[in-house]
């Protein structure tokens, strides 16, 4: 899939470069370098998108018009579609002018769009305002600006030529330099190249326009390509460039109405109390009268563990998707025929954890086949699904950065570094540009409900603006490029200091010492799935990556700790030869089908899947624990040995710094899981389906803990989605009955009602065989867990009460650890 922000050369650049220099020639940069303009302050306006009320101040800025229909006009002149006259054109009269639909693809640029038209099943016509492209060489295939170095110099000569008079000699200078590189003017065969307004069809970087703020209402239009700015003259509208910029130039822009909608998936969530959804416990009739708990408490529900920013992870092209895109959902969600070929037949993953084989690669907006509960390789985070959840009560959510180096350099597929470090600061800037494309649809930075949070402090207040706390964690095999080969470690204790130093000034505040793979820090837990399927294929690339397989022992009760201290050489006796191929051959029978009965008797497997790695915590392990301590970060248990667990355990206990196990059984033991409770810390499990997330809900939620440890009477159970981790989400049971007794449903707290939710031409819903087939479905699942557990109304009421107070207690621990002794 095309990636979000390319890294490619564009026009825009260049031209910037070469102004910056001609300007600052003729005096017109300050002496810091920076354009002499002052600087504009960045205050966001009020309105509404899609249902949900936005407040904001009531100054006008060029954020302020996102989402909105207005008016173009300069100088007395409009401007309106012409489809027969280039394009566009402009007008004195009013009522003839076009409406824009102002569409942010980032802070302060939008497209522009004058009409969008699509029957079903059809992607969609658009007509958007933006420079043409009569060669077809300026984009590739996802509309990102690829102009070829060699006539974009040749053409920037001629711009500066055309429209800085003064410096034409310059010009002449830079047009020679692009003409060696084997241009020969301003044609490419017999297509003139020199940008020109069009009506383009489609979005793309061709379409994309800079807003820049000159005084209080008055605002210019740049090309994003180019730099040039829109502007009215005697011939109608045309470019100019920003140093020949007059009055025509500048535009103001006017409400107006008739704007067709630019595409989007639907929240198909309406307000009921005008307030939106609750933010502490007292707004919720259900907790007023609940002794124990403080009122002030945040309403709502933790999801521990999720990977958003998955679909750049083991090269970039194993998820098909993405969770925003500045050209929307078209573009976000649009075919994975991209990534894995024709009908999916390259989809290797999808085939080897789920059996999934060839497939409608199609996505918006039919979406044939995916998503889909067990749709491994297909993105199910889209940014407006999150939104959906979160308006259910979701207040915290836990965004793991996921990679393997291993599985990434034996794919075929891929675009991005296969470096474990590089791999996971590309996902940091992606979760960051997350951010500020969710801001600017809401209108300007800040703005928006989605918030990177790097303290306790800084969640609540995120929380209590009504917005969801996005915590950013590690869950890699080789963090910090820590790894080991033979036992030797690939870091020192100094790589591991500066690396993770550099981590947490990105905000990552959450780590996993060890994922699927050994490395310098202990030993992995080994996946015990049964069945063809993931295991295997890890089995292998744990001895690609470190030199050794698994070294299995049969697991002990318990670890057994001497004043705290463990015996590190406790269970390491070296096993014989045969005995270690056994356990070899138990773990790897086991991840394939049983021997038919009458061939049992011949089945060299003892059919145990009692196995433990006999690896524990290192003393590079140790190092990190202190040091993760030192920096106050969250701890992450799962994925590493027991034997490894039980000792981060005896390191974090005697300060009252408590650890998570964020996603059930990859935890180890229950023992394991409830001194983790015991200490203070979150246990947390797939999120699941009717009986099933109910048990799992009071069981985390009623694990024994001491009382300064719970919410009130509750634990707080919150769950993990996995989403996007190569894990299935729930697949739902369920008839047109249960359907028809479920549309529509309000929310917990009885402030939002939910329809089905459509994205496209789709209506998901939780009974048509795809289940939670996106994030979006998690408060239909919510109610229907409610409507139809068979468990008793006391225990549904308890799993429910154990949910929605997971996000205050998920707060409380990460405060816990803020405020535990060094």
């Known amino acids: 899939m095309e990636s979000n922000y390319r890294s490619v050369p564009r026009l825009r650049t260049l031209t910037a470069a070469l102004a910056t220099t001609l300007l600052a020639l003729t005096g017109c940069i300050g002496g810091d370098g920076e354009p002499a303009t002052p600087a504009t302050a960045v205050p966001v306006v009020g309105g509404e998108q899609n249902g949900v009320n936005i407040t904001r101040q009531p100054a006008i800025t060029r954020y302020s018009f996102a989402n909105g229909c207005y008016l173009l006009e300069s100088s007395g002149q409009f401007v309106a579609a012409a489809p027969g006259a280039g394009g566009y054109t402009t007008t004195a009269d009013a009522g003839s002018a076009t409406p824009f639909y102002l569409r942010p693809t980032a802070l302060g640029s939008y497209l522009l769009m004058s009409g969008y038209q699509r029957s079903s099943g059809e992607t969609g016509h658009f007509e958007l305002l ?17 102009g070829e170095v060699s006539y974009l110099v040749a053409g920037l000569g001629d711009t500066t030529n055309l429209l800085l008079d003064p410096l034409a000699p310059l010009g002449s200078a830079v047009r020679a330099i692009g003409e060696s590189i084997e241009f020969s003017g301003d044609q490419l065969a017999n297509i003139t190249v020199r940008p020109a307004l069009a009506m383009v069809d489609s979005p793309s970087d061709l379409a994309v326009w800079q807003l820049n703020q000159l005084g209080e209402a008055r605002f210019t239009l740049a090309s994003d390509v180019t730099g040039l700015l829109l ?60 002794k124990g708990i403080d009122q002030d408490d945040v309403f709502g ?54 059996g999934i084989g060839l497939h409608d690669t199609q996505g918006w907006p039919s979406f044939n086949d995916w998503p889909r509960y067990n749709s491994l390789q297909h993105h199910q985070s889209y940014y407006r699904w999150l939104e959906r959840a979160h308006l259910a009560g979701m207040k915290i959510i836990v965004n793991h950065l996921v990679h393997n180096e291993v599985l990434c350099r034996i794919n075929p597929q891929k675009q991005n570094d296969c470096d474990p470090m590089a791999a996971i600061l590309l996902q940091i800037q992606r979760m960051y540009e997350m951010q500020d494309y969710i801001d600017a649809q809401h209108g300007g ?79 992995h837990l080994p996946d015990l799935s049964t069945g063809i399927g993931i295991g295997p294929v890890l089995y292998a690339g744990n001895l690609l990556e470190t030199g050794h397989p698994v070294e299995f022992e049969e697991c002990p009760e318990e670890v057994e700790y001497n004043g705290g201290e463990p015996d590190q050489n406790a269970d390491l006796q070296p096993f014989g030869l045969v005995d270690q191929l056994l356990y070899q051959m138990d773990y790897l029978g086991e991840r394939f089908p049983e021997s038919p009965e009458e061939m049992a008797a011949l089945d060299p497997r003892r059919g145990t899947d009692q196995l433990c790695n006999r690896r524990g915590l290192s003393d590079l392990g140790d190092f990190l624990i202190r040091e993760l301590i ?49 200490q203070g810390g979150i246990t947390a499990s797939f999120g699941g389906t009717r009986d099933n997330w109910v048990d799992k809900l009071t069981r985390d939620g009623n694990r024994p803990r001491a009382e300064q440890y719970k919410v009130g009477p509750f634990g707080g159970a919150g769950f993990a989605s996995d989403v996007n981790g190569i894990a299935q989400l729930a697949a739902n049971p369920g008839t047109a009955t249960d359907e028809a007794g479920l549309y529509p449903f309000t929310s917990i707290d009885g402030r939002i009602r939910f329809g089905k939710q459509r994205t496209g031409d789709r209506e998901f819903g939780l009974y048509d065989g ?29 799993a429910i009460n154990q949910l929605f107070t997971s996000a205050e207690a998920y707060l409380r621990m990460w405060e816990r650890i803020e405020n535990a002794p060094l």
């Open 130 to 146: 933006g420079i043409s492209d009569p060669a077809g060489e300026f984009l590739d295939a996802g509309g990102s600006f690829i």
């Open 231 to 290: 502007g009215v003259n005697e011939d109608g509208l045309g470019l100019v460039s920003p140093p020949l910029a007059d009055a025509g130039n500048e535009f103001r822009l006017t409400a107006a109405s008739g704007c067709d909608s630019y595409p989007e998936a639907e929240l198909n969530a309406e307000d009921l109390s005008g307030e939106g959804p609750a933010i502490y416990l007292k707004d919720v009739d259900r907790f007023r009268n609940v």
């Open 301 to 354: 529900f933790v999801d521990t563990h999720s990977h958003i920013s998955a679909y750049e992870f083991i090269g970039g092209r194993v998820n098909y998707g993405a969770p925003f895109h500045r050209f929307g959902v078209t573009h976000a969600l649009e075919n994975c025929e991209a990534n894995h070929g024709p009908w999916g037949a390259t989809g290797f993953v999808e085939l080897a954890t789920t």
């Open 445 to 523: 930075p800040g703005a928006g409900w989605f918030r990177i949070v790097t303290s306790p402090g800084e969640a609540r207040q995120v929380i209590d603006d009504g917005k969801l706390a996005v915590v950013l964690g590690i869950e890699m095999s080789k963090i910090f490029r820590c790894g080991e080969f033979l036992g030797v470690a690939e870091c020192t204790r100094e790589d591991i200091t500066e690396r993770l130093d550099q981590l947490y000034q990105l905000g990552v505040r959450n780590i996993f010492p060890v994922h699927k793979f050994d490395n310098a820090f202990g030993g």
């Open 630 to 678: 030192r920096r106050k970060m969250m701890i992450e248990t799962d994925h590493i040995s027991r034997k490894a667990a039980a000792r981060i355990l005896a390191l974090t206990e005697p300060l009252d710094y408590p650890v998570i196990n964020s996603h059930g059984g990859w935890g180890g033991t229950e023992a394991l899981r409830d001194r983790i409770a015991a």
């Open 770 to 798: 795809r289940g939670v087939a996106h994030y979006g479905l998690y408060p239909d699942q919510i109610a229907d867990m409610i409507r139809h557990s068979e468990r008793s109304p006391a225990q549904v009421d308890d």
